[in-house]
């Protein structure tokens, strides 16, 4: 029977191109997001394929619907073999304008509630002595970026958390890597860009070595071959698929 992959945030952006992925792959695939419209559309997309997949309501920073997701997850598709973390948000603020509240939730989403999605995980690939986890972080964390403090320590600590998840981990089977992205074509950049957060892919585009941005297709394809049986050697590792923008 196929594995179970799991993908976060999977209705949109990075996370459905990873779904996509998978289900070429030929996963059984869950989706779990916090947006109902896109999480039923991408779901009854994957299905038209013939694919075994299933859309899944979460909110990553509450870890009570973290569980009851994955214990849904096993009950309707079996134990969870693949989990890749695609699940955040993202802001922008000057250092003094990063309220409480403000910081709290960027690390309840992007970091805690990536360590709730694998500490959920976790125990079916322990039982099956095999697993693979990719989790997204984000470029910022490795090169600094203006007004997001609160983000990029979010993402650097899930660079930090994949490695000590890797060592921790790796006896029992069970690989983990993070993908930092720079800029990915999704409607969260294209949202960040009219509300002028972002300066505008086109504006980028320009500085990065080959010259074109990101597609979610591209982290896809790094997922696939992390989780799969040729990728079983690679773990702990940070994989900059970000077109020469940051070496």
Same mark, same amino acid.
């Given at each position: 029977m196929s594995r179970v992959a799991v993908v976060t945030g999977g209705a949109s952006g990075i996370g459905l191109? /990873?779904?996509r992925q998978f289900v070429a792959d030929g996963y059984r695939v869950a989706l779990l997001d916090?947006?109902?419209d896109t999480l039923e559309s991408a779901a009854s997309e994957l299905t038209a394929a013939a694919a075994t997949v299933i859309g899944v309501p979460v909110d990553v920073a509450d870890w009570d619907s973290v569980h009851a997701a994955f214990d849904r997850v096993r009950k309707e598709l079996g134990p969870v073999e693949i989990l890749v973390t695609s699940a955040g948000i993202e802001a922008f603020d000057a250092l003094p304008d990063v309220t409480r509240e403000k910081w709290d939730r960027i690390i309840a989403v992007n970091l805690t509630g990536t360590f709730?999605? /694998?500490q959920a995980a976790v125990?079916?690939?322990q039982a099956a002595g095999w697993g693979r986890i990719v989790t997204i972080a984000s470029s910022s964390a490795q090169?600094?970026?203006p007004n997001m403090a609160h983000y990029v320590a979010s993402k650097g600590g899930v660079i930090g958390l994949t490695k000590a998840l890797a060592?921790?981990?790796a006896r029992q089977g069970i690989t983990a890597n993070t993908i930092p992205p720079t800029v990915v074509d999704t409607p969260m950049a294209r949202h960040a860009e009219t509300t002028g957060d972002f300066p505008g892919i086109d504006v980028i585009v320009p500085m990065i070595p080959l010259g074109r941005a990101g597609t979610p297709a591209d982290i896809?394809?790094?997922c696939s071959y992390l989780c799969s049986e040729a990728g079983g050697y690679v773990t702990g590792q940070v994989i900059g698929v970000n077109g020469g923008m940051y070496m």
């Open positions: 191109g /990873v779904a916090n947006n109902p709730s999605c /694998v125990p079916d690939m090169s600094g970026a060592v921790e981990l896809a394809a790094a």
